[in-house]
């Protein structure tokens, strides 16, 4: 623009100032400059000096332009005629010509003081061509052209002579014609050099003379008659000095000019240089000047390192800007573009600029550029306005690049700029005291112009340094800087440094400049033509000086004005320090106009400044505007472009590559891995189109008019014929070369939204005085405007309480396949479908937006909000509570039961999906005909043979035979069915309904979040009860087992404990499924090796979860050959409990339409799906189970414990452990107490009766053995004898035999029963109890007896069933078992049935030379507290074929309750006794001989000795013994059941006898001797009764002293120990002989 203004310039200078000559502006010098001579055929003419013309000065021009400015200034004369203005001006210029004399015919004319003035003209018309490249030509041609010439005349003829004044005037046809050259040695290269004169045709014609003075009567008529000849010098003159002049001129004046402005020009023309290391030349300067912090660091805001200051999404923001910006429109220029066109240019594209922008000091409107006043007039020169056209041409765009720490690179490029200064010239008189112009009151003219340029392809370049103390900045407050009268100034004074280090501007052509409205339209024409030429001249080296002039001249005045600027910016920043701190901020005011403010109800009198509504309302206006389809402009000039930046597509928002990748890549070795070796779920492309819809209703942060604190939100997206659409690629891979589901496939998922609306109302008090005293370095601190907003209270803090989402048409749903390995997924849409005909898309979509606005409103939704509340003010460096540690009181996230209704819905409709999509893919599947499988066995291997267990043990095959015979045969109930043996037995552990249920309830399965507590309550298996085929355990080859089993109903019920809430009640939740029909093919294979499975410690199994490991690690190989299963239907799949009825009915509904749609289609499936997919699942699952139990999931046993068993941790949990102080520390696993808690539950249990459940076992299994529930039978003789007996007066051989012994009400157990109970304080001890013949039915044993006899008197001969009952039971026994930890946790299973081995486990006693105990009382095995009593024996005689009769009145006294009263007693005395025996110490003895032996006959002992016969001690001291008391003991316990009831037998028959006798002796008497015998009887008991109730015994008796009282029963006492212990080879040796044959 320099370069046009310096070609104005020029051209007035040519035009108005070439005068060699200045006149004064009061004295006109009349003095000729030149004189040119002519030379006439008939005139003889003589010149004295030289013509010339004389152009004033500047203080005459500006006279001449007041006086024009003032007459035409008035309303008549504002509209100018053509040159008038010239033309003033040329009336200022006076020529001067030569004197001349002229004679002829005798009369003498001279002609002096000849001057010509008023110089106008009619019409000028500059035209300028290229001659070549270098001549340019410039043609003039100049019309009616008129003056006015003055002149002295005097003549002498003959006698006369005299003088006077004439005058000349012009005619209008004159005119002139001139051609100027200007050389240049090339134009393309090099400016203009030399100004040549080519042709000058000047035609002046006068057209009237008038000449008055003396003798002018006389003279005058001879004048007159020579008129033209003076016309014709006249005109001569002036022709001549028209072309001479304008030849001198081309000469001089023009040459030196050009020659000035070429060295002008030519400094431009070198190359500039302009590197990096000069655009750097200003900051490399500034470095060691810049200020430093504390620790050194420059406070100079770095723009390569923006992220120290603002984060790094400042980084991030850049790119996006850059990518908006270089966008391309729909115009083929950049975006950008359009967002100027929309914001800044007006309805013509023009954007207007105020000059006082760059003029601030100016004051008036405008600029002011330039006020004189001087002796003349008083001149001000401003510039009115700025007009630009083009600043939405940009075509590229590359700003604000750090090219270095505090330099900014800039790079322009534009179609065209086009720049309109309008100018204002005011002028009046002077008001000086030495005025030349005095006009006291003189009117002030006013002259409006305008210049207009057009520049068309411009690059501009540019770069400054900037030195911006982030110090200041950081401190400046924000309120400062929103309102705009302040922010520049606040801005500015935060720059310290400022400066171009480059400036350069290209330009493929410059249109020239034109002036309009200047003075009048000629010189508006003369000025626009000259500038036209010049340009044409110089139009090429001002292009490529160009740059050069902007980087030196203009880059230098530039700095200069910016280095004074910066200096009247210094603390120019107010700070907003009266704001009452109790006050929050009104929205209305902060985001509305004024006048809207006011009509909201707020203030309206902008307090936060004018910037952010100003900022609102153009926003409003240019982005929030709809079009006539309701579409917001928004989309058209931000979402658009920047969608089309990011994605490439208008309108659509995506992600392309990974978004979330969760995989994979090699499953370790556990039970995942037989589902696959490698998984991965990776969602990417995330793409989201038709963002562009926004549109009506749309408002954002939109002040309520009713409150100051409430922002209405309202977003719409989605019009008819686009919807919103987003959409993810999904890719599901399961990888493995074996598994059942492995699959790759990648989908695309869709979810299409017609239409969307989203209301948000929020609620935010922010701190006024907070806000507006922020500091700038906080702004990019998210806590610091969360601080802002204290936490909620009453009517304060921040909350959403309105919020809703609303979706008109619903959701659209569908999916598409890339590329599916699984065909199944290519009719999901299919599927979908089905779901959106049947209501639950729209259930799904009702609920979760629901749920979504619950969320939004809740407390744990407004916990956080105030929780972040709190935090913030923590972390905010300008907030007074920043840096103290906050107690946080987060809100818990609460479920609502919305949620989890919806939820269990879901649930409910995914797993019948997932189901059909497995259905479909079986449906085409055949089933396998063979599955033959790869076992791998060592060579070595000790296998198992299935089809032959005797390896196993001689009782193997016949427990499976057995076990496998009762399971699948048919047995009878109790009342009369036919039923499985399986279902029999299971029948025992099913409730009334038939289901066995397991409790879950105590192990705390479960989960609690979120106010949610579920708890599994306990699982049902339903139909064990409805087994119909039963075949298992068939051994088809060495190693094979095959299974079949037919129910009628199999099924599945879960129970769970569901509570939504703190406070809340549990409700049951039940989930029912239940299939009818089922069959099931399976078959096993499985090589066990039978060396792995013996050598299994017991430690290693004794927790429950090694066990099933352990047991595998002895499989060399194993695997499910068939796994095929069929079902009839499916019978029902529902959930019942805590869901509403909605639900209910919702899951019905979308149950009952699967059911329809899909169910016979599963049902038909799943044989092949359960033999294709499930039982290869099963079989890897099994592969990697074996895997697992061959690594550390069979661990060995704990060697740390080498203790003793405290049986207390062993049977009992750790709280029941600890109670009974123990260690509570499970330190033998779960194993054994798992055992023990069932057979307490089982012992402990009673029915109604008070009767133990455990009958129900007994029972079952006992019917088994002797088809009696609760009887064991032994068929076959038992026992036979011939024994002589010869016993109170009784001498009879007798041979007797036992047979047919059966133990009959075994199941007549009562509750509760104790066995291996723990005791308090006794780590080794356990306290068993049993009762037994409880209830209707007593205990009975009966045998058959023939008893074949002869004595004295007696001659038997019979055979009986003889039984005893005993009822109510009752045995006691507390025993001391100090087991050792480590042989018991070492046990091998293969010696499990070796008694010797389990007893090779518990301490063994010290025992001296004759096997007794040395010193230790309580050790190893010690039978405590034994006591055996019953409450009624009774014995029961049944003959057979008896020959004596005596039986049939045995028979009425044992069944009498005498004879029931004696067995009693007698069974009780045998009981004590033996219990006695049995806690004696020969039984001790037995067993401590026993504990010594077995360390050495257990095979896996280290003291084991093969063949071992058994210790050997020393013989007790006696006086004979023919055998050992070791005989008599075995024969004693081998005979004692026999003998109770022989015993009895006999003392009944000794008294029949007796009684028999005394009435054969009785019979003998008289009546008077029976009466005299009746008396004495009577007396006898009357006297003893006397005796009875007079005398105390002589243990009570006073009359014995107190020391034989005492004394007597100790030597009693001391006796019977003596007899015992010799007669038990403890204290002395008792021979017995009794003789059998």
């Given at each position: ?6 070609l104005?310039?020029?051209a007035?200078?040519?035009l108005?100032n070439?005068s060699v000559?200045v006149a004064?502006p009061?004295?006109?010098?009349t ?6 001579p002519?030379q006439?055929?008939d ?7 030289s013509?010339?013309?004389?152009v004033p ?6 006279s ?9 200034n008035q309303?008549?004369?504002r509209k100018?005629t053509?040159?008038?203005?010239f ?5 200022q210029i006076?020529l001067q010509?030569?004197?001349?004399t002229?004679?002829t ?17 009619q019409?000028?018309q500059?035209n ?6 270098v001549?340019k030509?410039?043609?003039?041609d100049?019309?009616?052209v008129?003056l006015?010439c003055n002149?002295?005349w005097?003549?002498k003829?003959t ?6 004044n004439?005058?000349a005037i012009l ?6 014609d ?5 050389l240049?040695?090339?134009y393309?290269t090099?400016?203009?050099m ?15 003379m ?6 002018l ?6 004048i007159?008659w ?7 010098r006249?005109?001569?003159e ?6 001479d ?6 000469d001089?004046?023009l ?5 000035d402005l070429?060295?002008?020009i030519?400094v431009?023309l070198?190359?500039g240089?302009?590197g ?12 060691n000047?810049v ?6 660091e420059?406070l100079y805001l770095n723009?390569?390192?923006m992220?120290e200051y603002?984060?790094?999404w400042i980084n991030?923001?850049?790119d ?5 910006l270089?966008?391309t429109?729909s ?10 066109r929309e914001?800044f ?9 105020d000059p006082s922008?760059f003029?601030p000091?100016s ?7 330039m ?5 003349l007039t008083e001149?001000t ?10 600043l ?10 750090p090219i270095?720490?505090?330099t900014l690179?800039?790079s322009?490029?534009?179609q065209?700029l086009?720049v309109?200064?309008e100018?204002e010239?005011e002028m009046?008189?002077s008001?000086?005291s030495n005025?030349i112009?005095?006009a006291?009151?003189?009117p002030t ?12 392809d411009l690059?501009?370049d ?8 982030t110090?200041?900045?950081?401190a400046?407050?924000?309120g400062?800087v929103?309102?705009?009268?302040k922010i520049?100034?606040?801005l500015?004074?935060?720059?310290e440094?400022l400066a171009?280090?480059?400036?350069k501007?290209?330009?493929?052509d410059?249109i020239?400049?034109?002036?309009n409205?200047?003075?009048d ?5 003369i000025?626009?033509?000259l500038a036209?030429a ?8 001002l ?6 002039f ?5 880059r ?13 910016f210094?603390?120019?920043?107010p ?8 006050r929050h901020?009104?929205?209305r005011?902060m ?7 006011t009509?909201?109800g707020?203030s ?7 910037i952010?509504?100003?900022v609102?309302?153009i926003?409003e206006s240019?982005?929030?505007a709809?079009d006539?389809?309701?579409l917001?402009r ?5 979402i ?10 208008e309108?659509?928002?995506?992600m392309n590559?990974?978004l979330?990748?969760l995989?994979k890549v ?11 070796q490698n998984?991965r779920?990776?969602l990417s492309d995330?793409?989201v189109q038709g963002?562009d819809?926004l549109?009506?209703?749309?408002q954002?942060?939109k002040?309520r ?7 209405e ?7 008819d014929?686009q ?10 891979v399961?990888g493995?070369?074996?598994s ?12 299409g939204v ?5 209301l948000a109302?929020?609620?935010?008090t922010?701190s006024?005085?907070?806000f507006?005293?922020m500091?700038?370095r906080d702004?990019?601190?998210?806590h ?8 909620s209270a ?6 959403i309480?309105?919020?809703?989402i609303?979706?008109?048409?619903g959701?659209?749903p569908k999916?598409?396949c890339v590329?599916?390995?699984n065909?199944m997924l290519k ?7 089905f779901l959106?005909a ?5 259930n799904?979509?009702s ?6 606005s619950?969320?939004i409103?809740?407390?744990?939704m407004q916990?956080?909000i ?8 923590s972390?905010c460096p ?7 540690t ?9 479920a609502t039961?919305?949620?989890?209704d919806t939820?269990i ?6 797993v ?7 259905a479909?893919k079986s449906t085409s ?5 063979n599955?033959?499988?790869d076992?791998?066995v ?7 043979d299935l ?15 057995e076990g496998k015979s ?11 069915d036919?039923v499985l ?5 299971l029948?025992?552990?099913l ?12 192990q705390?399965?479960?989960?609690e ?5 579920l708890l599994?309550?306990?699982?049902a298996?339903?139909?064990?009860d409805?087994f119909?085929v ?23 019920i879960l129970k ?5 809430g703190d406070?809340a009640?549990?409700?049951m939740v039940t ?8 069959e ?8 066990m090796?039978?060396?792995?499975l ?5 430690g ?7 066990i099933?490991f352990?047991?595998?690690s002895t499989i060399?190989s194993?695997?499910?050959s068939?796994?095929?299963m069929?079902i009839?239907?499916i ?10 009825e ?7 509904s979308?149950t009952?339409?699967f059911?329809?749609e ?12 359960t033999?294709t997919t499930i039982?290869p699942?099963?079989h890897?699952i099994?592969?990697?189970l074996?895997?697992m139990?061959?690594?550390?999931q069979?661990?060995?046993p ?5 203790g003793l ?7 009992l949990?750790e709280s ?5 102080l123990g260690r ?5 696993g779960d ?10 539950r089982m012992m402990?249990?009673?029915d109604?009766n008070?009767?133990s459940e455990?009958?129900?076992?007994i029972?079952a299994?006992?019917e088994r053995q002797?088809?009696?529930d609760?009887d064991i039978?032994f068929p076959?003789?038992?026992f036979?004898q011939?024994v002589d007996?010869?016993l109170?007066g009784?001498n009879?051989k007798i ?6 012994l059966?133990v009959s009400n075994?199941d007549?157990?009562g ?10 304080s006794?780590s ?7 009762s ?8 009975r ?7 074949n ?9 019979n055979?009986?069933e003889l039984?005893?009952s005993?009822?109510?039971m009752?045995?006691?026994l ?5 087991v ?5 946790l ?6 499990l ?5 389990w ?8 025992l001296?030379?004759?096997g007794l ?5 309580d050790s190893g095995i010690v ?9 009624e ?6 003959c057979?074929?008896?020959s004596?009769p005596l039986?049939?009145?045995m ?5 009498s309750q005498?004879?029931i009263?004696?067995?009693t ?5 045998v009981f004590?006794?033996v ?7 020969l039984?001790?003895s037995?067993i401590?001989?026993?504990?010594n032996?077995?360390?050495m006959?257990c ?6 000795m093969?063949g071992f016969?058994?210790l050997e001690?020393?013989?007790m001291?006696?006086s ?8 008599f ?9 026999c003998?109770l009831?022989?015993?009895?037998l006999v003392?009944a028959i ?9 009435e054969r002796?009785?019979k003998t ?22 005796l ?7 243990a009570?008796s006073?009359?014995?002293?107190i020391?034989?009282r ?6 009693i ?5 003596l ?8 204290g ?5 002989s009794?003789?059998?044959?």
């Amino acid at each position: 623009m320099n370069f046009k203004l310096l070609l104005l310039a020029f051209a007035y200078q040519w035009l108005f100032n070439y005068s060699v000559v200045v006149a004064s502006p009061s004295i006109i010098d009349t003095t000729p400059l030149l004189t040119v001579p002519h030379q006439d055929d008939d005139l003889s003419l003589k010149s004295s000096s030289s013509s010339s013309f004389q152009v004033p000065n500047m203080p005459a021009l500006k006279s001449a332009l007041y006086n024009h400015f003032l007459a035409t200034n008035q309303p008549q004369h504002r509209k100018l005629t053509t040159f008038t203005a010239f033309n003033s001006l040329l009336s200022q210029i006076r020529l001067q010509l030569p004197s001349t004399t002229l004679s002829t015919n005798g009369l003498d004319l001279s002609i002096s003081q000849l001057s010509c003035s008023n110089i106008s003209l009619q019409s000028l018309q500059i035209n300028h061509a290229s001659v070549s490249s270098v001549d340019k030509r410039v043609n003039i041609d100049i019309s009616g052209v008129q003056l006015q010439c003055n002149f002295r005349w005097g003549y002498k003829w003959t006698i006369f002579n005299g003088q006077g004044n004439g005058s000349a005037i012009l005619d209008v046809s004159s005119g002139a014609d001139i051609d100027i050259h200007f050389l240049s040695e090339d134009y393309a290269t090099m400016p203009p050099m030399d100004a040549k004169v080519g042709v000058c045709n000047s035609n002046i014609q006068i057209a009237d003379m008038s000449f008055t003075g003396d003798g002018l009567g006389v003279v005058a008529t001879i004048i007159d008659w020579i008129e033209h000849l003076l016309r014709d010098r006249i005109e001569g003159e002036l022709n001549t000095v028209v072309c001479d002049e304008l030849g001198g001129l081309a000469d001089e004046a023009l040459d030196q000019l050009l020659l000035d402005l070429s060295e002008e020009i030519n400094v431009y023309l070198k190359d500039g240089g302009g590197g990096q290391e000069e655009v750097l030349a200003l900051e490399n300067a500034l470095q060691n000047n810049v200020p430093t912090n504390e620790e050194g660091e420059s406070l100079y805001l770095n723009f390569q390192n923006m992220g120290e200051y603002a984060g790094e999404w400042i980084n991030t923001a850049i790119d996006q800007i850059d990518k908006l910006l270089g966008a391309t429109d729909s115009l083929g220029g950049l975006a950008i573009n359009a967002v100027i066109r929309e914001n800044f240019l007006n309805d013509e594209g023009l954007f207007e600029l105020d000059p006082s922008v760059f003029f601030p000091s100016s004051g008036a409107a405008g600029a002011t550029i330039m006020d004189t006043h001087d002796m003349l007039t008083e001149t001000t020169m401003t510039m009115k306005s700025i007009k630009l056209a083009g600043l939405d041409s940009f075509v590229e765009m590359d700003v604000l690049n750090p090219i270095g720490k505090h330099t900014l690179g800039n790079s322009l490029k534009m179609q065209y700029l086009w720049v309109e200064i309008e100018m204002e010239a005011e002028m009046k008189a002077s008001s000086l005291s030495n005025a030349i112009i005095v006009a006291p009151n003189g009117p002030t003219v006013t002259e409006r112009f305008t210049i207009e340029f057009t520049l068309t392809d411009l690059d501009l370049d540019f770069s400054f340094l900037m030195g911006m103390n982030t110090e200041i900045l950081g401190a400046l407050q924000l309120g400062s800087v929103l309102n705009t009268s302040k922010i520049l100034s606040c801005l500015m004074s935060t720059v310290e440094e400022l400066a171009f280090s480059e400036l350069k501007m290209t330009v493929s052509d410059v249109i020239p400049p034109k002036l309009n409205g200047f003075l009048d339209e000629g010189i508006d024409y003369i000025i626009t033509q000259l500038a036209d030429a010049l340009f044409d001249m110089y139009e090429a080296v001002l292009k490529r000086a160009l740059p050069n002039f902007l980087n030196t001249f203009v880059r230098d005045m530039a700095n200069d004005y910016l280095e004074e600027t910066l200096l009247k910016f210094v603390g120019a920043c107010p700070e907003n320090n009266n704001v009452a701190s109790e006050r929050h901020l009104d929205w209305r005011d902060m985001l509305l106009l004024p006048a809207e403010a006011t009509l909201a109800g707020a203030s309206g009198t902008s307090p936060y400044g004018d910037i952010i509504p100003w900022v609102v309302d153009i926003v409003e206006s240019q982005l929030f505007a709809a079009d006539k389809d309701g579409l917001l402009r928004l989309n058209d000039m931000l979402i658009r472009p920047l969608t089309k930046s990011q994605s490439g597509t208008e309108g659509l928002f995506q992600m392309n590559g990974t978004l979330v990748d969760l995989h994979k890549v090699d499953v370790e070795q556990d039970i995942w891995r037989a589902f696959a070796q490698n998984l991965r779920l990776k969602l990417s492309d995330f793409r989201v189109q038709g963002i562009d819809t926004l549109r009506e209703p749309f408002q954002l942060l939109k002040p309520r008019s009713s409150s100051a604190h409430l922002l209405e939100n309202k977003l719409s997206f989605g019009i008819d014929d686009q919807a919103m659409d987003a959409s993810v690629q999904l890719e599901l891979v399961v990888g493995g070369d074996q598994s059942p589901l492995a699959t790759n496939n990648v989908m695309d998922l869709h979810v299409g939204v017609p239409s969307i609306e989203v209301l948000a109302v929020l609620f935010a008090t922010v701190s006024e005085s907070r806000f507006m005293q922020m500091p700038l370095r906080d702004i990019l601190n998210f806590h610091c405007w969360l601080s802002m907003v204290p936490q909620s209270a009453l009517n304060v803090g921040a909350a959403i309480p309105v919020f809703d989402i609303l979706l008109e048409g619903g959701m659209l749903p569908k999916t598409s396949c890339v590329s599916c390995s699984n065909g199944m997924l290519k009719d999901l849409n299919t599927i979908i479908d089905f779901l959106g005909a049947n209501g639950f898309i729209d259930n799904i979509q009702s609920r979760g937006l629901s749920i979504l606005s619950e969320l939004i409103q809740s407390d744990f939704m407004q916990g956080m909000i105030d929780g972040q509340l709190a935090k913030s003010s923590s972390q905010c460096p300008s907030d007074p509570m920043y840096g103290l540690t906050l107690e946080q009181n987060d809100t818990p996230f609460r479920a609502t039961r919305n949620l989890v209704d919806t939820i269990i819905y879901a649930s409910m409709a995914v797993v019948q999906i997932i189901a059909i999509v497995f259905a479909q893919k079986s449906t085409s599947v055949a089933l396998p005909v063979n599955n033959t499988l790869d076992m791998p066995v060592p060579v070595d291997a000790n296998l198992i043979d299935l089809t032959d267990l005797s390896s196993v043990g001689s009782w193997a095959d016949m427990a499976l035979a057995e076990g496998k015979s009762y399971l699948g045969g048919m047995v009878e109930t109790d009342n009369g069915d036919k039923v499985l043996g399986i279902s029999n037995l299971l029948s025992t552990v099913l409730d009334d309904s038939g289901l066995m249920t397991f409790p879950l309830a105590d192990q705390g399965h479960g989960f609690e979040a979120g106010g949610v507590k579920l708890l599994l309550v306990d699982v049902a298996l339903i139909g064990l009860d409805s087994f119909e085929v039963f075949d298992v355990l068939n051994t088809t080859d060495a190693s094979t087992f095959s299974n079949k089993i037919k129910l009628e109903t199999i099924g599945l019920i879960l129970k769970m404990e569901l509570s939504v809430g703190d406070n809340a009640d549990p409700e049951m939740v039940t989930v029912t499924l239940t299939m009818k029909d089922i069959e099931i093919d399976a078959g096993l294979a499985i090589a066990m090796d039978q060396d792995l499975l013996g050598s299994l410690r017991l430690g290693s199994i004794i927790k429950t979860s090694r066990i099933f490991f352990c047991i595998l690690s002895t499989i060399h190989s194993a695997g499910l050959s068939e796994f095929i299963m069929q079902i009839g239907d499916i019978s029902e799949f529902s959930i019942s409990g805590f869901i509403s009825e909605e639900t209910n009915e919702q899951i019905q509904s979308i149950t009952e339409a699967f059911f329809t749609e899909y169910k016979q289609m599963i049902v038909d499936a799943i044989p092949a799906f359960t033999s294709t997919t499930i039982r290869p699942l099963l079989h890897d699952i099994l592969q990697v189970l074996m895997d697992m139990g061959k690594g550390s999931q069979c661990p060995e046993p704990n060697n740390s414990l080498e203790g003793l068993v405290d049986f207390r941790d062993l049977f009992l949990s750790e709280s029941r452990a600890l109670a009974l102080l123990g260690r509570g520390t499970s330190p033998y696993g779960d194993l054994f107490r798992s055992l023990y808690s069932v057979l307490d539950r089982m012992m402990s249990a009673s029915d109604e009766n008070g009767m133990s459940e455990m009958n129900s076992l007994i029972a079952a299994l006992t019917e088994r053995q002797s088809s009696v529930d609760g009887d064991i039978y032994f068929p076959g003789d038992l026992f036979a004898q011939n024994v002589d007996v010869a016993l109170n007066g009784l001498n009879a051989k007798i041979d007797f035999a036992l047979s047919d012994l059966r133990v009959s009400n075994i199941d007549s157990l009562g509750a509760p029963i104790k066995l291996l109970q723990p005791m308090m304080s006794e780590s080794s001890s356990m306290n068993n109890s049993l009762s037994i013949g409880v209830g209707e039915d007593a205990l009975r044993t009966s045998f058959t007896l023939k008893v074949n006899g002869e004595g004295d008197d007696v001659q038997v001969n019979n055979e009986l069933e003889l039984g005893i009952s005993l009822k109510n039971m009752d045995m006691i026994l507390e025993l001391l078992a100090e087991v050792q930890e480590y042989p018991f946790l070492h046990f091998p299973l293969k010696d499990l049935l070796n008694m010797d081995c389990w007893l090779a486990t518990v301490v063994t006693p010290v025992l001296d030379s004759y096997g007794l105990r040395i010193d230790e009382a309580d050790s190893g095995i010690v039978l405590r507290e034994l006591a055996w009593a019953v409450a009624e024996a009774r014995i029961d005689l049944n003959c057979i074929a008896c020959s004596s009769p005596l039986l049939l009145d045995m028979t009425s006294y044992l069944s009498s309750q005498q004879g029931i009263e004696d067995t009693t007693l007698v069974a009780n005395n045998v009981f004590a006794y033996v219990s006695n025996l049995l806690g004696g110490d020969l039984v001790q003895s037995y067993i401590d001989k026993a504990l010594n032996e077995a360390v050495m006959k257990c095979p896996h002992s280290p003291t084991y000795m093969k063949g071992f016969n058994g210790l050997e001690f020393d013989d007790m001291i006696a006086s004979a013994k023919s055998d050992s008391s070791y005989g008599f003991l075995i024969a004693i316990v081998a005979v004692v059941a026999c003998l109770l009831a022989l015993i009895v037998l006999v003392i009944a028959i000794t008294r029949l006898l007796r009684k028999r006798r005394h009435e054969r002796w009785l019979k003998t008497l008289t009546h008077e001797q029976l009466l005299d015998l009746e008396k004495m009887q009577i007396k006898e008991s009357k006297r003893t009764k006397d005796l009875d109730s007079r005398m105390r015994p002589l243990a009570l008796s006073a009359d014995v002293p107190i020391f034989l009282r005492l004394f007597i029963p100790i030597v009693i006492l001391g006796n019977i120990v003596l007899f015992l212990s010799g007669h038990l080879s403890l204290g002395g040796t008792s021979s017995t002989s009794i003789s059998f044959s």
